[in-house]
């Protein structure tokens, strides 16, 4: 049956297309820029994925059912325009409300509390622009004999331009420019677009004799106005954003030449521009008295870095050990630029960056060719976990020189639920592990920086125990006795199969 009014009410072909199109491409780039606006706050991991995905499908979901219903009620075409108009609104609000909220209520707070508002601001938005699709659909649809060909190309293009804002979002505009810049963007794109779609469809409806107000329009303009000035004085939680990173270098107060390199919301690195044979971390120290154990001190050394950050430790060896050589594969080459231009890393033949992803690094690696591996790679509050796995461990001894050292940075709180997987994982690859702790025990303890130790060979555990002292490093061994009854009769082992990493670093885990 045909419908002579569907006809007339029905949009040009391009019109319908580009409306699904933007829409959905919107609520896209939403979903993806969300998680880096929080991500100074609460870090990136599998859970803060999970809830902000979640919260962006069940927005699509119910604008879409919404979208639909309302369509059935009420004339589509004095809609689309208001509802593109309240989302391009809210979208200019989602800067300024997370970061002076979170601002407001300081570091303790601020995790919780910009999960929360992302959430909330990334749901009103995708729900208004999701129930767009379904409107323009009942605009075009003019008969029951073409529904399947109406519903389905615009649902393609739909998808299709999801699908594009997905790709475009991700390798070109996050390294273009930063995220407030591409919601502020977004947003203006979308109010535009709401307001040219709403004064057309007020002139068709004086053309039909109706006369739509002016005020709800008006209200939602200058909410938009105000909502883009608010993003543009927001306070900025970093110096700068890398492709993976919120990041910071601040100056030590009591060094001159300190400087600490922020990630997120993780103190990264230590550098001292002018002696980088000083280590402020106390991780950093028990490595470097496990590299001295394992050759004597200016004794070269070839050592493969998964992991760069500050390259705190290449600059040490550089400067220790002249004659060694040292390859950093580090995933972020933001952090390369601020390394070399902020924190004055040396341009060394000694000194080798690789920007690409950690593993990747280790499986291009040739074998045997390095002395020590030190693993240190972490993405703020996250830890890599294809890094972690009895795969990845295997994949350093490879590349190690019989009797080779792996040194690993690992970050865990109580219970340690990760460091105890992680341990047996190593363990179950090397011969021989030994751990250093805060506390040199690995019960009773809040956790923070744990190194591991491995090899295929016994380690000196009498030279790296004096190392540690020597170092005035608040970090002793954790004694064979206390490890194993720490990692228990049938501990976890990580692979790549499973490794629920995220889940063992919760404190429920």
């Avoid at 049956?1 to 933007?22: I, K, Q, W």
């Avoid at 069940?58 to 009620?73: K, N, P, V």
């Avoid at 300190?258 to 997120?264: A, K, S, V």
Wanted: with cysteine; net charge negative.
């Amino acid at each position: 049956m045909n419908d002579p009014a569907a006809r007339t009410s029905a949009l040009r072909p391009f019109l319908a297309a580009a409306l699904v199109f933007g829409a959905s491409a919107a609520v896209l780039v939403l979903e993806i820029t969300s998680l880096r606006l929080i991500a100074p706050y609460v870090g990136i991991t599998l859970e803060t994925n999970t809830a902000v995905i979640g919260f962006a499908l069940a927005a699509i979901a119910l604008g879409a059912w919404a979208g639909g219903r309302a369509a059935d009620l009420r004339n589509p075409r004095r809609m689309i325009g208001p509802l593109l108009l309240a989302g391009g609104a809210l979208v200019l609000l989602i800067t300024p409300v997370v970061r002076f909220v979170a601002d407001l209520v300081g570091p303790s707070q601020a995790a919780s509390v910009a999960l929360l508002l992302a959430a909330v601001t990334v749901f009103a938005p995708a729900a208004l622009l999701s129930a767009v699709p379904p409107m323009v659909v009942k605009l075009q649809l003019a008969s029951l004999a073409e529904t399947g060909t109406v519903v389905g190309r615009l649902s393609g293009i739909s998808t299709l331009g999801a699908i594009m804002a997905t790709f475009v979002t991700g390798f070109v505009l996050v390294a273009l420019m930063p995220t407030s810049v591409i919601l502020l963007g977004t947003g203006a794109l979308l109010a535009l677009a709401g307001a040219v779609v709403t004064l057309t469809s007020r002139r068709s409806g004086r053309t039909n004799g109706s006369t739509p107000t002016r005020g709800p329009t008006a209200a939602l303009l200058a909410l938009g106005v105000v909502a883009a000035g608010l993003g543009v004085v927001a306070p900025q939680p970093c110096d700068s954003e890398t492709r993976y990173h919120c990041a910071s270098v601040n100056a030590d107060p009591d060094r001159d030449s300190g400087r600490l390199l922020i990630l997120d919301t993780l103190r990264h690195s230590y550098v001292d521009l002018d002696d980088p044979t000083y280590l402020e971390f106390a991780y950093a120290r028990a490595i470097a008295a496990a590299l001295d154990a394992q050759a004597p001190p200016g004794a070269p050394l070839s050592v493969l870095h998964i992991g760069g950050g500050g390259m705190t430790l290449p600059r040490y060896l550089l400067q220790t050990r002249p004659t060694g050589a040292n390859r950093v594969v580090e995933v972020d080459p933001g952090v390369v630029v601020i390394d070399r231009e902020r924190l004055a890393l040396p341009d060394d033949e000694r000194l080798a960056v690789t920007v690409g992803d950690g593993r990747v690094g280790l499986a291009q690696a040739r074998s045997g060719q390095s002395d020590v591996v030190i693993g240190d790679a972490f993405g703020g509050v996250a830890v890599p976990w294809h890094l972690t796995t009895r795969e990845a461990v295997a994949e350093v001894s490879r590349v190690l020189v019989p009797g080779g050292l792996y040194a690993l940075n690992v970050i865990d709180h109580d219970p340690l639920n990760f460091a105890r997987a992680e341990i047996a994982t190593v363990a179950s690859v090397f011969d021989h592990v030994l751990v250093i702790s805060p506390t040199g025990d690995l019960t009773g303890t809040n956790g923070g920086n744990i190194v591991v130790l491995a090899s295929n060979q016994p380690m000196d555990s009498a030279a790296i125990g004096a190392g540690l002292i020597d170092r005035a490093t608040p970090m002793s061994l954790v004694s064979p006795e206390a490890l194993e009854d720490f990692l228990g009769p049938d501990p976890l082992v990580l692979t790549d199969d499973y490794a629920p990493v995220d889940q063992l670093l919760t404190p429920y885990g």
